[in-house]
T-cell receptor, first 110, second 115 residues
Framework: GENVEQHPSTLSVQEGDSAVIKCTYSDSASNYFPWYKQELGKRPQLIIDIRSNVGEKKDQRIAVTLNKTAKHFSLHITETQPEDSAVYFCAANSNYQLIWGAGTKLIIKP | DSGVTQTPKHLITATGQRVTLRCSPRSGDLSVYWYQQSLDQGLQFLIQYYNGEERAKGNILERFSAQQFPDLHSELNLSSLELGDSALYFC??????????????FGEGSRLTVL
């Protein structure tokens, strides 16, 4: 079946440094790629998404890049802050569903 | 507040029992999704309904069933419960574009503990 792989499973960065989370997908027909953030004990919330007609999208300290040829997309967080600590999930659409990555636990070290 | 309401927030029950989780989507949203999240695990898609009809099915066990009613609220029924069913169950809704091309709005979840 369709698959989304997400790496790394855990990422620890110093406060103020950048963090990059990468995902690869298998369905060449996928055209929508959202990223969700889930803080401890809370519900997942959309933080940014990208569609296949663009290669990059930015929103303040967060950016997502998409390489359709290689079938991978990445989340970039710059100038990380303590409130960025959370689990981040990537997803790709396939056959009317979202296929989810396994999640990345981002730890911000003071 | 996402606008998606889930009840109950917490539920403790015994193995072999049956429970029903309820979800009210955002006003106007036609799609409802159910997800299971076990401790420190990812989001496992269970099932999706669109305007009362089943649209997609994920890794939902035969002991589990769901439905969406004419008023668009949805219920997830879990029966013959096992210890491994203990998890956080999320409901999400999306608008006309559908959750596969637009934002999913998650409820706060129902935490089920099976003893």
């Amino acid at each position: 079946g369709e698959n989304v792989e997400q790496h790394p499973s855990t990422l620890s960065v110093q406060e103020g440094d950048s963090a990059v989370i990468k995902c690869t997908y298998s369905d060449s027909a996928s055209n929508y790629f959202p990223w969700y953030k889930q803080e401890l004990g809370k519900r997942p919330q959309l933080i940014i998404d990208i569609r296949s007609n663009v290669g990059e999208k930015k929103d303040q300290r967060i950016a997502v890049t998409l390489n359709k040829t290689a079938k991978h997309f990445s989340l970039h967080i710059t100038e990380t802050q303590p409130e960025d600590s959370a689990v981040y999930f990537c997803a790709a659409n396939s056959n009317y569903q979202l296929i989810w990555g396994a999640g990345t636990k981002l730890i911000i070290k003071p | 507040d996402s606008g998606v309401t889930q009840t109950p927030k917490h539920l403790i029950t015994a193995t072999g029992q049956r429970v029903t989780l309820r979800c009210s989507p955002r006003s106007g949203d036609l799609s409802v999704y159910w997800y299971q999240q076990s401790l420190d695990q990812g989001l496992q898609f269970l099932i999706q309904y669109y305007n009362g009809e089943e649209r997609a099915k994920g890794n939902i066990l035969e002991r589990f069933s769901a439905q969406q009613f004419p008023d668009l609220h949805s219920e997830l029924n879990l029966s013959s419960l096992e210890l491994g069913d203990s998890a956080l169950y999320f409901c999400a809704s999306s608008g006309r574009s559908g959750g596969n091309t637009g934002e999913l709005f998650f409820g706060e979840g129902s935490r089920l503990t099976v003893l």
